[in-house]
């Protein structure tokens, strides 16, 4: 059964920074691209990050690029989101996602192993 852990999120000042981590289990972890999504209060399940399988691909939704930072460690099955510079509008539930496959898509259909959300709160 395969399992993802997200922790890291919590309040920052606008400008701030965190990163989050997600510790997946149960699955062969290099075989799969991951993503980071993100929902806010009463909006749909966004797009925020992804990277390949190998590690060598990543993508960003506009609104974070040049902000945030995913990378992993394949050595210990973890995902990272690196989030830099942080605005107000980031406020969201962040979640890691598995995809069901090697492809670096965007869209949440693509990934059917999702951890449970880390809460992020950035105050102006």
């Known amino acids: 059964q395969v399992q993802l852990v997200e922790s890291g999120g919590g309040l920052v000042q606008a400008g701030g920074s965190l990163r989050l981590s997600c510790a997946a289990s149960?699955?062969?972890?290099?075989?799969?691209?991951m993503a980071w999504f993100r929902q806010a209060p009463g909006q749909g399940r966004e797009f925020v990050s992804v990277?390949?399988?190998?590690?060598?691909?990543?993508r960003y939704a506009d609104s974070v690029k040049g902000r945030f930072t995913i990378y992993k460690a394949n050595a210990v099955n973890t995902v990272y989101l690196q989030m830099n510079s942080l605005k107000p509008e980031d406020t969201a539930v962040y979640y890691c996602?598995?995809?069901?496959?090697?492809?670096?898509?965007?869209?949440?259909?693509?990934?059917?192993?999702w951890g449970q959300g880390t809460q992020v709160t950035v105050s102006s």
């Open positions: 149960g699955r062969t972890f290099s075989n799969y691209a």
């Open positions: 996602a598995q995809s069901k496959s090697r492809t670096i898509g965007v869209g949440p259909l693509e990934y059917n192993v």
């Open positions: 990277i390949s399988w190998s590690g060598y691909h990543t």
